[in-house]
């Protein structure tokens, strides 16, 4: 019996994908499975996963990310669920430092670490980390425009028991499905960070994240909402959940505010690089006004 699952959902992940498996394959000093979902990709995502020793590969229709973690935590035989996200890295000594906080006490339900955000190129963005206690407080009692999580998706390690206690990610949500996830998790135990930066989580300007702000927002109410709402409520609540999805391909505008967002990042660390995503922004979207005063006015 391992004591760490690990799960993780691709869609046409090829570019990247070796790397994110090495990297999981790589973890010392633990004993894991490693669960991916190949969820209906149309590039070499599945002959990669068939050919790489030491996977449960799970192949299926496109659902979407959300449908495919329920399944990949369904598949979960360990007594600890630790995800992973195609593109991102972990230190070798994630899943051990992880495994050995969450263990230390019988209350913490859920584990994260510090994140380091690097740009499409490896260009080192920002680190993310966060204080358990604070994070906790804020799923419990926090609105949307201050609401915090975890410092990324990925980085998350909880108990399979609470997980499902919890109702696990619930289908309704196609995005935000971490945070109303974790939403829940608050209400049943404490949170715990280890203070190092354990995962490394690539910024795309075209990730969901980014093309769908406005989903994300609002799932992310919705999600409140459930957390502060009686029972009688809640059908209702889930259902306009369920009712919010993607309406065709991203606009450019969209991928400029990815770019732009990029190149802010990269400005802020003293990168020069940052006026090679501002020149992108402005391809992508002519009338992106912030980009171009940016390049105007930064020598």
């Known amino acids: 019996m391992s004591d760490v699952s690990v799960v993780m959902s691709v869609y046409n992940g090829a570019a990247t994908l070796r790397e994110t498996l090495d990297s999981i394959l790589g973890q010392r000093d633990v004993d894991f499975e490693a669960i991916v979902i190949d969820d209906g990709s149309t590039d070499e995502t599945a002959a990669i996963l068939d050919a790489t020793p030491g996977l449960r590969v799970i192949h299926q229709q496109n659902l979407g990310l959300t449908r495919s973690l329920i399944n990949g935590c369904q598949a979960a035989r360990a007594p600890f669920i630790a995800r992973h996200d195609c593109g991102d890295r972990s230190h070798p000594d994630r899943l051990r430092k992880q495994l050995d906080l969450i263990t230390s006490r019988n209350d913490i339900v859920l584990a994260s670490c ?11 963005l920002y680190v993310v980390s966060s204080d358990g206690d604070a994070v906790r407080q804020s799923l419990l009692h926090d609105r949307v425009d201050s609401i915090r999580g975890l410092t990324h998706h990925g980085t998350a390690m909880f108990r399979r028991d609470v997980y499902f206690d919890a109702g696990g990610y619930r289908p309704q949500f196609r995005f935000a499905q971490d945070l109303d996830l974790w939403l829940r998790m608050a209400q049943r135990g404490s949170i715990e960070f280890v203070p190092e930066v354990l995962y490394e989580a690539r910024f795309e ?18 999600a409140i ?18 009712e919010i999805a993607p309406a065709g391909k991203a606009r450019g505008t969209s991928n400029a505010d ?33 980009a171009w005063v940016r390049l105007l006015t930064t020598r």
């Open 205 to 222: 300007p075209n990730a969901i994240s980014a093309r769908h702000r406005e989903h994300q927002v609002e799932s992310a109410r919705i």
């Open 258 to 290: 990815g770019l732009y967002f990029l190149a802010m990042a990269l400005k802020n660390a003293g990168n020069p690089r940052w006026r090679h995503y501002a020149r992108q922004a402005v391809k992508a979207n002519p009338l992106h006004l912030r």
């Open 225 to 242: 909402a459930l957390r502060d709402s009686p029972e009688a409520e809640r059908a209702a609540l889930l259902q306009r959940a369920s």
């Open 114 to 124: 510090s994140t380091q955000v690097v740009g499409p190129e490896a260009e080192k």
